[in-house]
Each structure stands twice: as structure tokens, then as C-alpha cells.
């Protein structure tokens, strides 16, 4: 009998996850909480594939507020249904619901693990990598802490995560790294996204070139998300101010990250377009004084 292909409805997801099993990754495991019936508001697309009354496939097109330039896309099929064209299908449907989206957007994006059965279909469809994204366990002591003994040198201070300067710093820094996928994050959205009650930021701290009486800007920041600490790494997300110089932004991450780690590991998400970020963490990474949390995920996209 013919594959039948109709809107996704409600109760596929259980008998989806039954057939598919345990995700194949993290991606995989965020993008399944994504089908649901087709709306308008916000705008989604979900298409389900059905074998003789069993649904077997599915996938899945939607907009992005924070990154408007493109659709996130998912496509997942169970086992035995596959290099059958199932998935080559359904992302020629999905492609054709984009166009007709009200955004305009065509150009999709989505989320793979290197060497992952996603990440071979993403390659074979023309889907081309975008950005390197990487969890680093940095371990205690991995970087030498500096002594703030010079009052008029850099300070380190704690920082209200509703601050109006940190958000800016947060919404400037996301900005920039995010070049490679245009972000669109006011102080509002970064607030929300980042340093609100939602976020579970339970804390942040901040690095200034010097003291703020004396015009000190911020050079770095941490905000934690890990509510109490533990011998588990703290999830902390470390930005900086990427209108210094290169060798000023690198000097001001190690520092942050020194005092982070003074006593405790950390947990932090790399991306390869952090650049000052990733020149610090690579030798630690080179040494054992930093490891990998899990697989690289890779953002990959069509044009």
C-alpha cells in the first residue's frame, strides 16, 4: 500500500516515539518537542507519514523569532522505513510549505551531530554546515586566578541579572557572534531569553576594564544557570565585549573563566564564532584541563 502523507494530529507523537525509541541525539531530542498541529500563529508546519494506518515519519517547518532569516526544519523516520525516499519526500513538502509562509522565508536551518544518521541526510539533501557548536567542561583550577589587588585596574563585581547594562552587554555580545545567523534580539528579548526569571539565570558577574566610578565598561560577564552550586559543572553562559581588541577580549575571558573555575567546574557552550572564547578554551581542551560534555552539534541550512 501507498505511504499516506496528511497534517500531523494529535496522539502522533506517542505512537511516533513508541516506533522511533530513544532520540538518536540532543538535537533530535529538542527538535521532537516541535510537532504539533499545523498554526498560523505562531506559524508551523507539521507533516506526518503513515503505513497502513501506523505513523512511521514525520517533519516538521516553523519560524524562528530571535533568527528571523531562516525556518528551523526536522525530519525523522523510523528505521525500517528508511533510504526508501521518506525523508527526501517530506522535505520537498516541507520546502514547498515554506514558500507559501507569510514571512517570505524560504531558507532553512537545522540541527545535527557529526557522524549521526541526521547529519549524513542533512549532507545528501544540500544542507551545508553553518556553525560548530560545543559543550566544554572547564575543571577547577584550570586557569590560574589573577589578584584584583590594583583599585584603579580591572574590578570584578557581582551584577543583578535585571540590570539594563548587563542586558545591553548580553544583547550586543549575542549579536555579534550570532553574525553567521542574523539575530534580531532586542534589550527586551534579551532580557527575557537570557536574564529573566524564565531564563532560571540565577546569578551573574561582571569583569570592567576598571572601576565603574571611573568609567569602567564591561569587559566580560558570566550568568549562571545552575541554581545551587554542586560538585556538578555550573551551566554558565560567559560572553565579552567583542568591540575590544582581539587580545583584550582573549585576556578578559581568561580571566572570567579563572575566577569561575577557582573552585568549581564549569559548563559552557562554545560556539566556533566566539572567537575569543574559543581561543581560550582550545589549549585547556589540548591539555585535559577542559573535555567535552557530549557531541559537537552542528547548525547546517540550505541557502
Not at 32 to 55: A, K
Amino acid at each position: 500500500m501507498a505511504l499516506e502523507y496528511r497534517a500531523w494530529q494529535e496522539g502522533d507523537d506517542l505512537e511516533l516515539i513508541q516506533l522511533w525509541g530513544g532520540p538518536e541525539s540532543a538535537a533530535s531530542e529538542q527538535f521532537r518537542g516541535s510537532f504539533r498541529m499545523p498554526s498560523d500563529s505562531p506559524w508551523n508546519r507539521c507533516i506526518t507519514v503513515v503505513d497502513q494506518g501506523i505513523p512511521v515519519a514525520a517533519g516538521c517547518v516553523y519560524g524562528a523569532a530571535l533568527h528571523p532569516d531562516r525556518l528551523w526544519c526536522y525530519i525523522e523516520v523510523a528505521e525500517d522505513h528508511r533510504r526508501a525516499g521518506v525523508g527526501s519526500t517530506l522535505l520537498t513538502m516541507l520546502q514547498h510549505e515554506a514558500a507559501a509562509s507569510p514571512s517570505g522565508i524560504t531558507a532553512l536551518r537545522s540541527k545535527v551531530t557529526p557522524g549521526s544518521t541526521g547529519a549524513a541526510f542533512a549532507e545528501a539533501t544540500g544542507f551545508g554546515v553553518l556553525q560548530r557548536s560545543r559543550l566544554v567542561v572547564v575543571q577547577p583550577g584550570a586557569i590560574a586566578a589573577p589578584a584584583f589587588d590594583d583599585a584603579s585596574g580591572p574590578q570584578l563585581e557581582e551584577s543583578a541579572t535585571g540590570s539594563v547594562e548587563l542586558t545591553r552587554a548580553l544583547a550586543a555580545f549575542y549579536g555579534s557572534v550570532h553574525a553567521w545567523d542574523r539575530a534580531d534580539i532586542s534589550l527586551g528579548r534579551a532580557q527575557q531569553l537570557f536574564l529573566g526569571d524564565a531564563s532560571g539565570a540565577g546569578g551573574a558577574i561582571v569583569l570592567r576594564d576598571r572601576p565603574k566610578a571611573d568609567g569602567g565598561a564591561i569587559a566580560a560577564f558570566a550568568v549562571s544557570y545552575t541554581q545551587a552550586r554542586t560538585d556538578d559543572p555550573a551551566d554558565v553562559l560567559v560572553g565579552y565585549d567583542t568591540s575590544l581588541a582581539p587580545r583584550e577580549q582573549q585576556a578578559a575571558v581568561a580571566t572570567m573563566i579563572a575566577m569561575l573555575v577557582h573552585q568549581f567546574p564549569v559548563q559552557l557552550e562554545v560556539d566556533d564564532s566566539m572567537e575569543a572564547l574559543v581561543a581560550v578554551v582550545e589549549p585547556l581542551l589540548a591539555t585535559g584541563a577542559a573535555y567535552l560534555a557530549g557531541p559537537e552539534t552542528l547548525v547546517v541550512a540550505t541557502d
